[in-house]
């Protein structure tokens, strides 16, 4: 089959490879010729597991290509992909310029019948919009068709190649049946390919994602609250994670959510509901919790030095806001850099992938590290803001003798506390049981 992805970003790139290893002629189109370029040249511009490999096998066998010739790509299609960015406007909204740009676009240059997909994140009615922006260019027949995405940064190559489900929104026959060949090579397990109308489509991305940003903001909540009571979070997720009708997935406590996806999505769906004069109070919840969670540590920190952080250097491990991918987008360590830095306090930063975006937003505010143990040199203490892999069994003795103090600020529960007390460490971690008294200083960033 012959698609055209419009967007060369995280979404569009991560398709496009994948539906041309399983044989489609795919051509991703992008306006930003310096990416088309790097591209072509086999240069990933994001770091996702695998996918390099992927590209370059595709582009090699022709599968594969790049360009900025939206109108070439646009008649040479059956399938035409919509992957470019909905940033969020002020007000939480998502913008829909680049996805209604696109539309414009086809509408103006197709010649036959062609299948339209949104795979962008959009807001319910965004097919309505999709559809109308086209008809006002064009004759020609055309179907628009619902198709989010639910990909993780760090494993977004196994969830495009085996996904839990397809979810499919069109109200056309002929589009339901090619968006269900499309997809065959990655569902021959089972997997089910869901077809529902449109606004069914677009509004299951954003509940999928604001319920799973409202288990980690309970679990955020119950975490807090075994500062308080004694209790040990850990124990916690192991017993209700066993029950089936809640799951083991998305219940670790540590510093609130990040990324791309669900600070934007919740205040998305929040947006829409507000819009319908109606009030998702769990979801405005969910929201309050994790920007107070990101600086939770931060209280801690503070307590230890009593208040005192001016001249403090920490050594601070993780940067991006998940392992497995170089995006700090909301990641809470900016939230943790920030408040150190207007505190007085200097940071010497290391994360295996996110160092070039770190410089890029912080620039010579902070000093960067190519080699973790490096940046504990002569530091006062260790903060922990992502659960690398690399970071999980490091070298305790040798992190004891560069640290000015042997404490160590967990944000994500990578130790056992009772191993960190037999080894003269002192351990700050997010509500599990330190043999510590409970954190009551409320901090605020303004």
């Known amino acids: 089959m012959h698609l055209a992805v419009f967007g060369s970003g995280y979404v569009g790139l991560v398709a496009g490879a994948c539906f041309a290893d399983v044989g489609n002629d795919v051509i991703c189109v992008d306006i930003d010729k310096e990416k088309i370029d790097r591209l072509n040249k086999g240069k990933i511009p994001i770091y996702e597991p695998g996918l390099e490999d992927i590209v370059k096998r595709n582009v090699k066998e022709e599968r594969l290509t790049f360009t900025t010739d939206a109108v070439n790509a646009i008649r040479q299609a059956r399938v035409i992909i919509i992957a470019v960015g909905t940033p969020p406007d002020e007000d939480g909204s998502a913008d829909l310029k680049h996805v209604l740009d696109v539309a414009r676009l086809i509408g103006k240059n197709m010649k036959d019948f062609k299948i339209v997909v949104n795979k962008s994140t959009v807001p319910v009615g965004t097919a309505d919009k999709v559809t109308t922006e086209i008809k006002k260019h064009t004759g020609v027949d055309f179907a628009v068709v619902s198709n989010p995405e639910f990909l993780k940064e760090g494993d977004a190559l196994a969830d495009f190649m085996k996904p839990d489900r397809v979810i499919i929104g069109t109200s056309n026959a002929e589009a339901a049946e090619v968006m269900r060949t499309l997809y065959l090579p990655f569902v021959r397990t089972g997997r089910p390919v869901i077809v529902m109308d449109e606004k069914s489509a677009e509004l299951t991305k954003y509940a999928a994602n604001s319920l799973l940003a409202t288990k980690i903001s309970f679990m955020n909540e119950m975490a807090n609250l075994c500062d308080h009571v004694g209790a040990d979070i850990d124990w916690i997720r192991k017993g209700i994670g066993t029950d089936t009708r809640i799951g083991p997935y998305f219940i670790f406590a ?128 260790l903060i922990i803001m992502t659960e690398w892999n690399q970071f999980r069994e490091p070298d305790f003795y040798l992190i004891k003798e560069l640290l000015k103090k042997p404490v160590i600020f967990d944000g994500r529960n990578l130790y056992q506390p009772s191993r960190m007390r037999n080894m003269g460490i002192d351990y700050y971690c997010v509500g599990r049981s330190s043999g510590r008294s409970p954190i009551t200083k409320k901090v605020t960033i303004e």
């Open 254 to 381: 540590g510093t609130g959510y990040g990324g791309s996806c669900f600070p934007k999505d919740v205040r998305a769906i929040i947006k829409t509901a507000d819009d319908q004069k109606f009030e998702l109070k769990i979801l405005k919840a969910v929201e309050v919790v994790n920007e107070q969670q990101k600086v939770i540590l931060l209280s801690k920190i503070e307590q230890y030095f009593e208040n005192n952080l001016k001249g403090k250097t920490f050594a601070l491990w993780g940067l991006s806001f998940k392992p497995k991918t170089d995006d700090m987008r909301e990641a809470p360590a900016i939230n943790m850099i920030n408040a150190l830095i207007e505190r007085g306090a200097k940071i010497n930063a290391h994360d295996p992938e996110a160092m070039e975006e770190a410089k890029r937003i912080f620039g010579p505010k902070i000093h960067l590290f190519q080699k973790r143990y490096d940046a504990l040199e002569g530091a006062d203490g």
